[in-house]
């Protein structure tokens, strides 16, 4: 059964890059990566979703390696409104514990 | 077009009881997946529905169940409450998945926070 492991938390400064990585070692063949952002009394919002390789949207990157046991999504530029809880989902079933970014002026 | 809705948004309920939740998708969506969130176990996996049909069923014991109508709608029931079942219970709509290779892009409502004393 896949498991995901995430760092609890990470700063940042407005502006900069951040990458948060998810390790995900038993991943399934069919299963796709995806990563949400949660703000307090809301649902996820979705980020971003891949396979391998890498994908970009206008608010993110996800960098997924050969392998698939990983993954690191890339906010670019982030703002103090970035700062909230951000989940990896593995396939439909594992979430990982999630890692509450705080973004400071 | 109108998000994934929950109801009711906040409930209390008292142990031994039963509750049932309610998930309105996204018009079109026929998936419906269920999770449990709560600060001790983060986002766990209940179940998922496609076309009125249980896919995939999570780790909880059978005192949780759900069922979705033909219009895509989905509840979830949980009997016999317990402290332990506090939660935020957050229901996820998704287009579709294709063949064996999944892709899922999901929209979660609100959530509904069960408290039971």
């Known amino acids: 059964l896949a498991k995901t492991t995430q760092p609890i938390s990470m700063d940042s400064y407005e502006g900069q890059e951040v990458n948060i990585t998810c390790s995900h070692n038993?991943?399934?063949?069919?299963?796709?990566i995806t990563w949400y952002q949660q703000f307090p009394s809301q649902g996820p919002r979705f980020i971003i979703q891949g396979y391998k390789t890498k994908v970009t949207n206008e608010v993110a990157s996800l960098f997924i390696p050969a392998d698939r046991k990983s993954s690191t999504l890339s906010l670019p530029r982030v703002s103090l409104s970035d700062t909230a809880v951000y989940y990896c989902l593995v396939g439909l079933t594992i979430f990982g514990a999630g890692t509450r970014l705080f973004v400071k002026a | 077009k109108a998000g994934v809705t929950q109801t009711p948004r906040y409930l209390i309920k008292t142990r031994g009881q039963q509750v049932t939740l309610s998930c309105s998708p996204i018009?079109?969506?026929?998936?419906v997946s269920w999770y449990q969130q709560t600060p001790g176990q983060g986002l766990q996996f209940l179940f998922e529905y496609f076309s009125e049909t249980q896919r995939n069923k999570g780790n909880f014991p059978g005192r949780f169940s759900g069922r979705q109508f033909s219009n895509s709608r989905s509840e979830m029931n949980v009997s016999t409450l317990e402290l332990g079942d506090s939660a935020l219970y957050l229901c996820?709509?998704?287009?579709?998945?294709?063949?064996?290779?999944?892709?899922?892009?999901?929209?979660f409502g609100p959530g509904t926070r069960l408290t039971v004393t």
């Open positions: 996820a709509s998704s287009l579709w998945t294709s063949g064996g290779a999944s892709i899922y892009e999901q929209y």
């Open positions: 018009s079109g969506h026929r998936s």
């Open positions: 038993n991943i399934a063949t069919n299963d796709y």
